[in-house]
């Protein structure tokens, strides 16, 4: 912190700040945050550790939350929605298994973090988002920063997107009450969707992989994520 020098004012005191507060050291934190929260619980996919090692969390949170952008907890983005804690980002990210050569499809861009780890590890990434105002912050953010393999699409995200199936992957950032038959239509052969399903408030985090008509279908682990609103979700309260 800075230092403080106590003085008095026309009978007032008052302590004044002689020095700015240090900057804070973002990438520490964040290299902090890869070794701590994700590789000791884990996290294996080199490809995912890198990728989360270089993308700036902080600046995708609210200003007033910046200082936190690296702590193992999801964070309000505003419009009633959050960014995942970074744990979370990187097991949906590490199952769906990207080589580099991946169309996918992101259903929930929130503030654009999840989409940027995306665009580092694929090569062509779709996003949709409901609220027009995180997509345009997202967009902006992203655009920013140089990712320039990102397509957008504001609407309902429980639809997917048709026009531009199939997928690679497909990874859902809100959860769904069950597995949207349209994002399933849409994967690929082979294609992995990664999704949390269950009741409102809690959900257990599935891995979907297509072969044929058939689904194979792994648990990985229990989460719980804003509801996914659409004709395919939840409905709007």
Request: glycine content about 10%; proline content about 6%; overall charge negative.
């Amino acid at each position: 912190m800075g230092y403080l020098r106590f003085g008095v004012s026309e009978g007032v005191m008052f302590w004044k700040k002689d020095k700015k507060e240090p900057e804070r050291d973002y990438q520490k934190e964040r290299l902090a945050m890869v070794e701590e929260q994700l590789r000791r619980r884990g996290i294996s996919d080199s490809r995912v550790l890198e990728a989360m090692g270089k993308v700036p969390r902080h600046l995708f949170v609210l200003d007033d939350y910046r200082d936190s952008a690296y702590e193992d907890r999801p964070l309000p983005i505003g419009e009633g929605q959050t960014i995942s804690q970074p744990y979370m980002v990187a097991i949906m990210t590490q199952s769906l298994e990207l080589q580099g050569r991946e169309k996918v499809l992101e259903v929930g861009t929130g503030s654009g973090y999840q989409t940027a780890i995306l665009s580092e590890l694929a090569q062509k990434v779709f996003t949709i988002e409901r609220i027009p105002a995180l997509t345009a912050r997202a967009r902006k953010v992203l655009g920013e920063l140089g990712y320039s393999n990102i397509s957008f699409l504001s609407g309902d995200g429980s639809r997917g997107w048709p026009e531009e199936a199939p997928f690679d992957g497909i990874i859902v950032t809100a959860g769904s009450p069950d597995v949207p038959p349209t994002l399933k239509s849409q994967l690929a052969e082979e294609g992995r969707l990664v999704i949390p399903t269950g009741p409102r408030y809690t959900q257990t985090l599935y891995k979907l992989t297509r072969h044929g008509d058939r689904f194979s279908e792994e648990d990985v682990t229990g989460c719980v994520f804003v509801p996914l609103v659409g004709d395919y979700g939840w409905k709007e309260e």
